[in-house]
């Protein structure tokens, strides 16, 4: 089992661009949650997706979207980057329904640098 | 709005020693209770949970202590070692918003041997 894998590892884009951003989810999970981790800070919940919709979104303006592929596969969207976006972008993904409280489980994380 | 508060920011200690860290919320609608450990250049992963119908719970050299009227938990690392120096992290869910996390602020924990 590969876990939860993210690409690309490392990406630098300038003010203004758009990025896209990659997730597979361990095998046999079905959500998808996507975070962003600021340096020295805690993750910060932006969305979350199960069967293929939108689910739960956190704090973060209409510039951050996503979708869920068939395959439970997701991508997060930033258009017009903007130098605050630079982070590290954590995928999570879990079983629903499962009774164990969804735990989840993240990959290593796409590093994004705005310059 | 900070809804999980973590200490200390960073936190020392000799091999063997104990490592205490503490986190408080808000919102009395959070009914799961999980640590992260991070390492540098990795993800969260999952090192304990509890749910706040318990007080305490043990896992090795980990335990959380839950205290629901003071909404507050803690982890403690007992013998703690040079290969738990990472960054860890409470987090606080609540059972309306699926698999959604609330983190706190991180402690990075340095053990010199």
């Known amino acids: 089992d590969a876990g939860v894998t993210q690409s690309p590892t490392h990406l630098i884009k300038t003010r203004g661009q758009q990025v896209t951003l990659r997730c597979s989810p361990k095998?046999?999970?079905?959500?998808v949650s996507w975070y962003q981790q600021a340096l020295g800070q805690g993750p910060q919940f932006i969305f979350q997706y199960y069967e293929e919709e939108e689910r739960q979104r956190g704090n973060f303006p209409d510039r951050f979207s996503g979708h869920q592929f068939p395959n439970y596969s997701s991508e997060l969207n930033v258009n017009a980057l903007l130098l605050g976006d630079s982070a590290l972008y954590l995928c999570?993904?879990?079983?629903?329904?499962?009774?164990?409280?969804?735990?989840?489980?993240f990959g290593p994380g796409t590093r994004l640098t705005v310059l | 709005q900070q809804q999980v508060k973590q200490s200390p920011q960073s936190l020392i200690v000799q091999k063997g020693g104990i490592s205490i860290i503490n986190c408080a919320y808000e919102?009395?609608?959070?009914?799961?209770f999980p640590w992260y450990q991070q390492f540098p250049g990795k993800g969260p992963a999952l090192l304990i949970a509890?749910?706040?119908?318990?007080s305490e719970k043990k896992e090795g050299r980990f335990t959380i202590s839950f205290n629901k009227s003071a909404k507050q938990f803690s982890l403690h690392i007992m013998d703690s070692q040079p290969g738990d120096s990472a960054t860890y992290f409470c987090?606080?869910?609540?059972?309306?918003?699926?698999?959604?996390?609330?983190f706190g602020e991180g402690t990075q924990l340095t053990v010199n041997p």
């Open positions: 987090a606080a869910r609540k059972e309306t918003s699926g698999s959604r996390l609330t």
């Open positions: 095998s046999g999970h079905d959500t």
């Open positions: 919102n009395t609608a959070f009914d799961y």
């Open positions: 999570a993904s879990s079983e629903t329904g499962t009774g164990n409280y969804n735990e989840q489980f």
């Open positions: 509890i749910r706040p119908d318990v």
